[in-house]
């Protein structure tokens, strides 16, 4: 009998180290992982010495099905994600009809079935089911909160309603993952700016100190409820310090970042336009430079790419009117080599943010990681590989990306989920 998939000359994340060995995978699991001889197989493949990582994991994307399926598709997007070396995502309720109950739910799985990639799905939090969240964990890996307004129109920004959030949610022993925006602070700030044309008064609109009000507030209900509380896509120096604060006073919180407030700040607002408003929206060079050390040291959990489509020609309207987010599943991961090659950060820290500390925080099992009987969920990277990011290569069904004309040195060149090959330039 012949096993499904060797891979020789691998180069195996194994316990926080790089060791040479051969994968055998049969039946969708990983068989062997062996220096001695290969068992015959039905496909061979020389991973010519290419770093093999345990699958990674977006735990933050939109792909926009069912309803807005013009911007991203369940198809396009897990293709992307694939692409991106990603083997796992979290997909984001803020669809239509928005995922609020477990009929939602269901319908999204079936929609989900085409997805190349594995996945989880996020119920969302409105006034219309907080009585009835515990049966929404049958089928939701976690919840979603919006404190302010996104894409979509879910926002609970009364804290006696955030108060009963907070309170469902520690029940189920969930995590909740926060879009933290002050509500009412950005609404005041809206009004003062909305006659300005120029981008950056988009920033302004939303600014630091609305996070930062927010972060505050759902720390302080944590630490009431007792809620495993997770901080979407962090931007600011002083959200974090927050965080810093109440994990010491050992308040369950974590946080993530996106590479999009890694590379961009608001010159690229500035220059971009609309093409890079999203919420939060990009902030300056004293952020960035915080957001860097915080995932540096640990301090932020997970990186995730906050993968929020939207086409070209709605892109570009002006900037009140111009939809928030940007497309990034399949971008992020070569990015952040890039940044490894430049020595920016460590490779052990990437395979931190994006892998294991999301697989802690969500309790996924030990999802990807390398080891005999597990499901082979891989990523192949090649360190040494340049890129140039252009709009012909994307697979986003959107069909464009912030990063256009940007190059650098290393990327995914293999995705493995579940023992299938999902994507191969190797
Ligand atoms: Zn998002």
């Not at 099992?365 to 005999?372: A, K, S, V």
């Not at 990306?401 to 023992?419: A, D, F, L, Q």
Request: hydrophobic share 35%; proline share 5%; charged share 30%.
């Amino acid at each position: 009998m012949k096993v499904d998939l060797a891979l020789k000359n691998c180069r195996i994340w194994h316990k926080k180290r790089l060791k040479r060995a051969d994968l055998v995978i049969d039946k969708g699991k990983i068989t062997s992982i062996t220096k001695s001889r290969l068992p015959p197989s039905k496909k061979m493949i020389d991973s010519k010495n290419r770093i093999i990582l345990p699958g990674l994991i977006d735990v933050h994307v939109h792909f926009r099905e069912p309803g807005l399926t013009h911007k991203e598709d369940w198809s396009t997007g897990s293709r992307a994600a694939a692409k991106g070396g990603i083997t796992y995502v979290m997909e984001m309720p803020n669809t239509i009809p928005p995922t609020l109950t477990l009929r939602d739910l269901f319908d999204k799985k079936a929609l989900a079935k085409k997805s190349v990639v594995n996945f989880g799905l996020y119920a969302g939090i409105s006034q219309k089911n907080l009585n009835d969240l515990k049966e929404l964990t049958k089928q939701a890996i976690a919840f979603k909160l919006f404190m302010g307004k996104s894409t979509g129109d879910m926002a609970l920004d009364d804290i006696s309603l955030l108060l009963k959030a907070f309170t469902n949610v520690a029940k189920t022993g969930k995590v909740l993952c926060v879009h933290a925006e002050n509500e009412k602070m950005n609404k005041h700030f809206y009004k003062n700016y909305k006659k300005e044309t120029d981008p950056i008064a988009f920033a302004r609109a939303r600014p630091p100190e609305s996070e930062v009000l927010a972060i505050n507030d759902a720390i302080e209900l944590a630490k009431q409820t007792n809620v495993k509380l997770h901080i979407c896509h962090l931007t600011t120096k002083d959200g974090l310090t927050l965080i810093k604060k109440a994990k010491k006073n050992k308040v369950d919180v974590t946080c993530e970042t996106s590479p999009n407030y890694l590379f961009m700040t608001e010159d690229d607002l500035r220059e971009k336009r609309t093409l890079v408003k999203m919420n939060p929206p990009p902030r300056t060079g004293r952020d960035q430079k915080a957001l860097w050390k915080g995932i540096k040291t640990g301090k932020i959990d997970i990186l995730a790419s906050d993968h929020a489509p939207h086409t070209l020609h709605e892109k570009y309207q002006n900037i009140w009117f111009a939809p928030s987010g940007v497309p990034s599943v399949e971008t992020s991961l070569q990015l952040m080599l890039n940044a490894v090659n430049k020595r920016m950060i460590k490779l052990e820290k990437v395979v931190e943010l994006m892998h294991d500390n999301p697989v802690k925080r969500f309790e996924l099992d030990n999802y990807g990681d390398i080891e005999i009987g597990n499901d082979a969920n891989l990523t192949i990277i090649d360190l040494k590989k340049k890129w140039e990011i252009s709009r012909e290569d994307l697979v986003t069904k959107c069909g464009w990306s912030p990063y256009e004309g940007w190059e650098g040195k290393g990327m995914p060149v293999m995705t493995i989920v579940n023992g299938n090959i999902k994507y191969n330039q190797l």
